[in-house]
């Protein structure tokens, strides 16, 4: 076994690019790129975001997110609503058909995926290989992209 095979960059690196290109294709399946994807998946939580906060949970950069929320918007997809309680910051939610995309994606992409990728893995071992990201991920505070602004 070469040493790039048991290296942690170099898996999870290899694993996210498998994962890209998987989402991609399932996604342009739909008409939305990885971008907009994420967007609209965030969306359909049962939470609301303004755009500052979506740009922190999605980890992206504003005027980028901006634009792609601009073409969702073009497509149908997401409105911007001006909450009655706060006027400063509007939110960002899904059309009707929005919706009805968001819950298709949810299965293809994460039940799909999910299904492939966890072939063959018990579930405690599954939990341990989450717990073991989320260590990697809280070691390693401040290479988020907004947050190097």
């Not at 048991?6 to 999870?12: G, H, K």
């Not at 918007?73 to 059309?95: F, H, Q, S």
Request: hydrophobic residues 40%; charged residues 30%.
């Amino acid at each position: 076994m070469d040493i790039l095979s048991r290296n942690i960059a170099f898996m999870t690196t290899k694993i996210s690019n498998k994962l890209k290109r998987y989402v991609s294709a399932e996604l342009l399946k739909h008409g939305v790129t990885v971008e907009q994807g994420q967007i609209i998946y965030t969306l359909f939580q049962p939470r609301q975001f303004n755009q500052k906060q979506l740009c922190m949970e999605l980890d992206k950069d504003p005027v980028a997110l901006s634009k792609t929320i601009d073409i969702l918007i073009r497509k149908g997809l997401v409105n911007k609503d001006m909450p009655k309680d706060d006027r400063r910051a509007y939110i960002v939610i899904l059309t009707e058909t929005g919706k009805e995309l968001a819950e298709d994606l949810k299965f293809v992409v994460t039940q799909g995926f999910y299904d492939r990728a966890t072939k063959g893995m018990s579930k405690e071992t599954y939990e341990v290989f989450l717990e073991a990201l989320d260590i990697i991920d809280k070691n390693l505070p401040g290479l988020n992209s907004t947050s190097n602004k």
